[in-house]
């Protein structure tokens, strides 16, 4: 395990209980600075580019919904695109992963397979490609790699960047354009997030969709070490990636 330098992260918060979860416990053990932004609350965006890395959480709205109903897409949209010309590592969960796709210019659309839409939701096995074997970010995970699902929308894989995982039920997962990273599923849920989602989403849950909450609350158990583990692998690698980029930086 290597030692950090001191590192400053902007959030983008869309919902409180989308939270950084698993990942807050790593950011105090490591004396990350966090700047998160309540997007729900009156707020005001920092420059992006005062802070090492830009991490974007999940939510309920969809990338396509009109500004009256997500009415701070076109500002997140404009600080990521700022972020990805300026280098600044992104990574983005689930809703965080359709923005970033988005704001490469590519398609985000609701996920239907033969004419009907199709939600993730649960524990599921994600694939990682030839490229997402060989990438830093999932340096010292295995293929297939078990994550929670909670999404009923899909993106295209933006020009020139690289997919990294594929599964049955969506086929684009996960994705690198430079610095930025996009992953269509979650590793940082806890078991009490997942409680506390299952409540929250019931409707949304259920509607067209058959869905067996008692049967995720098991599989949340029976894989909480399994995704404490995977997260903490994964963060770490990002800071890794993190790290290098301040130290060249320094270098220049």
């Not at 397979?113 to 694939?127: D, S, T």
């Not at 790699?145 to 990294?164: E, M, R, S, T, Y």
């Not at 039920?169 to 506390?196: I, S, W």
Request: charged share 25%.
């Amino acid at each position: 395990m290597i030692e950090f330098d001191v590192m400053r992260f902007l959030i983008f918060q869309h919902v409180p209980h989308e939270h950084l979860g698993r990942i807050s416990t790593y950011c105090e053990k490591e004396n990350i600075d966090l700047e998160i932004v309540e997007l729900w609350k009156s707020h005001k965006i920092p420059n992006v580019t005062d802070f090492d890395g830009l991490i974007i959480m999940g939510g309920p709205m969809s990338v396509y919904d009109e500004e009256s109903s997500y009415p701070t897409k076109l500002h997140e949209l404009s600080t990521i695109r700022l972020a990805i010309r300026n280098k600044i590592p992104i990574l983005g969960f689930c809703l965080g992963s359709q923005l970033l796709a988005n704001a490469l210019g590519a398609s985000v659309y609701p996920n239907v397979i033969n004419g009907q839409r199709v939600k993730e939701i649960g524990f599921f096995q994600v694939e990682l490609t030839e490229e997402g074997r060989k990438d830093p970010l999932f340096s010292g995970l295995s293929s297939p790699l078990i994550v929670l699902q909670w999404h009923g929308d899909a993106f295209d894989i933006p020009n020139k960047a690289i997919k990294l995982a594929t599964a049955p039920l969506c086929p684009n997962q996960a994705f690198r354009y430079d610095t930025a990273y996009g992953l269509l599923f979650h590793l940082e849920f806890t078991q009490e997030m997942v409680k506390n989602q299952l409540e929250i989403d019931r409707v949304w849950i259920h509607k067209d969709n058959e869905l067996d909450e008692d049967e995720i609350l098991k599989q949340a158990l029976e894989n909480d070490t399994l995704m404490e583990k995977q997260c903490q692998r994964l963060f770490y690698n990002f800071l890794k990636l993190i790290n290098s980029r301040i130290r060249e930086d320094e270098i220049i």
